[in-house]
């Protein structure tokens, strides 16, 4: 199956986000490698996905899970070497998967050649590629990210006697995007990649790029700028190829970074994901209507980017005070659960592992307007480890089988990257990917399934939306449109049964086509159509005037 | 998203209109009702209040406004059911977590104001509302905490009933403070206040309790609804607390007639008291109920009350309504009655004592339906109105504190004759 020359591929994909270090060690070091991910393609084709977001996985100190680069042009020994990219790259292609890599913009390790020049002199050629004060009091309307570990934005260099601008931990410092060379040298980078062939990048923390000062420096002009500047170097040299931001902000601050359709192709939408959640607990379709009500429109050529759970914490910075504490109550009673401004963990967790949950949470990932990622092993209803530090209970290796290490590795348990998940609900023995493909119903098939059902249409990918607002609260209904073709979203968030009137006037004459069955629902007339729904069920239908 | 008018003579009792709202509703934490008739003029701050006391007190739990209308022509439904939030209508100013929805359906006045509690009595049923309050759509002014205060004690404490008690004027609510609670304490041995309830809460295994009582049969449950409901509490045994919640401001309206009220409040009274008689018949003294805040605030402004007026009414009906009070009295109650009629303004004086032995002596005429039932209400009008004199000539210069004690001696006058209203009743049987 090739790649397609679609240079909107990206509105049609179905991403599942890996670290290569967690999902299938091929040499039998404790440690995923990419190798071993080339191993497990056709477990991806098979699920449904066409491409797949790799996370960091260069030279580092791993004090950030790779999220501190120590060497952009490279690949992390453990997983590998450039050649064993090169071959996942050319296998995925084969399958017609693409292939999207992280790429951290704004800032490096403090072990990166580059920082340890910049701090060896203050003469140094390299000084001024990091953002240096004599004192700390520079930005002072900046936020801190970490506030779990961080009480400063700014950190003292002892080498240098200065201090050094960090948006994340202290040894991230944060390049200078006021310095062209550092521009031109980032580029060259991506350029790098491009070359190789990779689809993509998901740019890290964009909103960062540049400081001034007086700002919030986060969302500047400035930042916006230089984007525009590397998007029009792609487009120029590069077909087909995608640029992701990760830019947790609200939907207004959002938007500028789809530009004219000139700065981002797609970009996460946080704000809805803790929305879904709190819906859901909530039983009220409200928080999910009303921050999409809040979603500007983007460029035709611009595509949200879903996701449920992904490698950090369930982020709550954008939710109200109120939200926050009724997400916190809700899906972490314990003060463990909780990291920075977030909860860590799992879907399945999060959901009480109840499958009719999991089901309509995927069911409106798949069908809302954007693109759906999933998080490694969530398709199999992976469980957490929250006795691990930092987001790393949610980074726990693949359970591929109830065998030795869950499949995951050859190695002695203690060898491993991270232990497995070993708990009676979640550990390997009972959730793994073999006896799941084994069994008819289970989650990873439904998978399969749902994942089909989506890509048998463009309309989810590309289509507009039209909520419907019916009286009953509990309901959250949707058209999605494409052209001539009209698909009917209903989803009950309720865990009880509810019934529903739908107003489907201006859709009379037509019948109704449940995707996942086929099976004809009655005609739309001139009375409400009257819908019952079981608990946490969802339905798609298509709509066909016969 | 007014309603279409409630036929009671269907059996469905609750419109399929307002059923269909009742499902786009659904399971809720707290149900507000709001029974209204014509009630442009106030109802759209209260709804705004109890909007703020939802969000305020409860932004967590589900809730819903329920109101029954008696078919206002002034748009009263609309300014209720406007206050819904939705994702079609957000309340722009307001951080809200979920959908609040309020709504409305429309009964026939003509069948009984207690149609509106039956409504909203079958709407909590059906919803499964863990705790409900019931709002009057009359005051001049309520705070959003009222609406927590009521709530409270039934979700989060396990109160079935919780009754209000308000800062009032001296002489307001005379019939309660001199009849009402005075002889349903010493009835029923309960210190409820405000037993003819403005406002009140309750919960969903009382409420269930009352809407399945018989009460219903004419449809409307009878005059008085709200005290019978009091009282329903008292006899099941249901946890009962006062809370306190503010100075209660009328709005300025038409004087209501007596006799009405006296039908809704006594009327109720002298009826329950039929088949309520093993249970307060045995009862001996009272008790305080739990009570959150101050039992009663009294306000001592200056007020003006044709006192004078209240006498002469009093002495015309001893005279007119001679023939009436012999069936009803006892010969030397009436005697004394007539005595104090044909006193002049200075020497005028209805005792407790008096005044209590008229009450037990008419409640004992009524049991025996020594004439038409309504009748005899409307004969204790003129005695009423002589007592009210006296309780508003012995108070005129008191302090809240004096006002209270003269409230609490009539209370326990109440009490010690209590023995005297026992025998009457089992004389008569």
Known sequence: MPLTNDALWYKDAIIYQVHVRTFHDSNGDGIGDFPGLEQKLDY????????????????????????????????????????????????????????????????????????????????????????????????KGTRIIFLDTETSNWAWDPTSKSFYWHRFFSHQPDL?????????????????????????????????????????????????????????????????????????????????????????????????????????????????????QQTPEIPSSCQWSLFLRNHDELTLEMVTDMERDYMYDMYAESKTMRLNVGIRRRLAPLLNNDRRRIELMNGMLMSLPGTPIIYYGDEIGMGDNILLGDRNGVRTPMQWSGGWNAGFSTAEPQRLYAPLIQDPVYGYP????????????????????????????????????????????RILAYLRRLGRETVLVVNNLSSSAQAVELDLRRHKGNILIEMFGNNIFPRVGDLPYLLTLGPYQFYWFRLRRV | MSGTELNLEDETFLSDDFLRQLINVGEVDILVGLPTHNNAKTVGPIVHTIRSGILGGFPRERAVIINADGGSRDGTPELVTGISIDDMRPASNLNTLRTLHSISTTYVRSTGSGVALRTILAAAELLRAKACIVMS?????????????????????????????????????????????????????????????????????????????????????????????????????????????????????????????????????????????PIWSTVVGSKPVPTIGSEQELLLNSTRVNRKRLREMFSTGVVELESVFRLILSSSTLAELQRIARLGEEEFHYSAELWVRTVYEFAASYQKSVISRDHIIQALAPLFRGRAYTFLAENRNGSATDVENNIEGLCLEFERLKPYLVQMWKSRE
């Open chain 1, 44 to 139: 991806l084709q098979e699920l449904g996905v066409n491409a797949i977001w790799l996370m960091p996985f260069f030279p580092s100190p791993l004090r950030d899970d790779g999220y501190d680069i120590g060497d952009y042009n490279s690949i992390n020994s453990s997983y590998g070497t450039l050649d064993d990219f090169r071959k996942l790259l050319e296998s995925a292609h084969d399958r017609g998967i693409r292939v999207i890599i992280e790429m951290v913009l704004n800032h490096t390790s403090d072990q990166h050649p580059w920082f340890q020049e910049a701090r060896s002199s203050r003469n140094n050629p390299r000084r001024d590629w990091y953002v240096w004060s004599d004192n700390d009091t520079g930005y």
């Open chain 1, 176 to 292: 200078n995007y006021d310095n062209p060379d550092v521009r031109e040298q980032m580029w060259d980078v991506m350029k790098f990649w491009l070359d190789m062939g990779v689809d993509g990048f998901r740019l890290d923390a964009v909103p960062y790029l540049v400081e001034r000062e007086g700002t919030s420096c986060e969302n500047l002009p400035e930042t916006h700028n230089i984007l525009k500047e590397l998007r029009q170097k792609l487009d120029g040299q590069f077909k087909a190829r995608m640029l992701l931001a990760e830019a947790n902000q609200w939907p207004a601050d959002l938007r500028p970074y789809f530009g004219d359709g000139d700065e981002f192709h797609m970009a996460f939408h946080f704000p809805l994901m803790p929305r879904m959640f709190m819906g859901l607990k909530l039983e009220d379709r409200k928080p999910i209507t009303e921050i999409l």
């Open chain 1, 430 to 473: 009972a959730v793994n990917a073999v006896s799941q493909k084994e069994s008819e119903h289970s989650l990873l098939r439904w998978m399969q399934r749902i994942i089909t059902v989506r890509r048998s249409t463009a309309v989810f990918g590309r289509g507009s939306i039209e909520f419907l607002y019916p009286a009953n609260h």
């Open chain 2, 137 to 277: 759509p009359e005051s001049a002014k309520i705070e959003p905490e009222w609406i927590a205060n009521l709530l409270r004690p039934i979700y989060r404490d396990g109160f079935d009933l919780v009754s209000p008690t308000y800062r009032r004027h001296k002489f307001d609510g005379l019939l309660m403070t001199n009849l009402v609670y005075p002889m349903i304490r010493a009835l029923y041995g309960a210190r409820i206040r405000e037993a003819y309830m403005p406002e009140f809460g309750f919960s969903n295994r009382l409420g269930n309790q009352f809407l399945g009582q018989n009460g219903w049969r004419d449809g409307n449950g009878g005059p008085g609804v709200e005290l019978r409901f009091t009282l329903a509490a008292i006899r099941g045994g249901y946890r009962i607390c006062q809370v306190f919640l503010g100075e209660k401001e009328h709005i300025e309206r038409r004087a209501t007639d007596l006799v009405p009220t006296l039908r809704e409040t006594v009327g109720t009274l002298f009826a329950a008291m039929d088949s309520d008689f």
